[in-house]
């Protein structure tokens, strides 16, 4: 069984600024491809960023890019969501995941899910 523990969700205003870590063991963060998803009220979880292990290659949703960066932390045995410019549609659970895929186009998980943080964005 795979825990990941996310942390730094919070509330904070349209155009600051979060960051998101998950804590996961190293052999995870090193041979998989962990990423971070969302799901904001009334809505379907839905891929936001990525980071492969083995090459530290990223790849992101449309509507994130050039606004979220995703990145290794390996002082904390972890990866990172730097999140800017935040808007309130950005309102969601982000959950911390193992094993996403691209498939068809759309970013799917085969591994595990963390128990997710609340980032509530105001006006």
């Known amino acids: 069984q795979v825990t990941l523990m996310e942390s730094g969700g919070g509330l904070v205003q349209a155009g600051g600024s979060l960051r998101l870590s998950c804590a996961a063991p190293r052999r995870l963060i090193s041979r998989s491809t962990m990423g971070w998803f969302r799901q904001a009220p009334g809505k379907e979880r839905e891929f936001v960023a990525a980071l492969a292990g083995s090459n530290g290659s990223t790849r992101y949703a449309d509507f994130v890019q050039g606004r979220f960066t995703i990145s290794r932390d390996d002082t904390k045995n972890g990866i990172s969501l730097q999140m800017n410019s935040l808007k309130p549609e950005d309102t969601a659970v982000y959950f911390c995941?193992?094993?996403?895929?691209?498939?068809?186009?759309?970013?799917?998980?085969?591994?595990?899910w963390g128990v997710g943080t609340q980032v509530t964005v105001s006006s």
């Open positions: 995941v193992t094993d996403v895929r691209i498939v068809d186009g759309v970013g799917r998980v085969f591994g595990s």
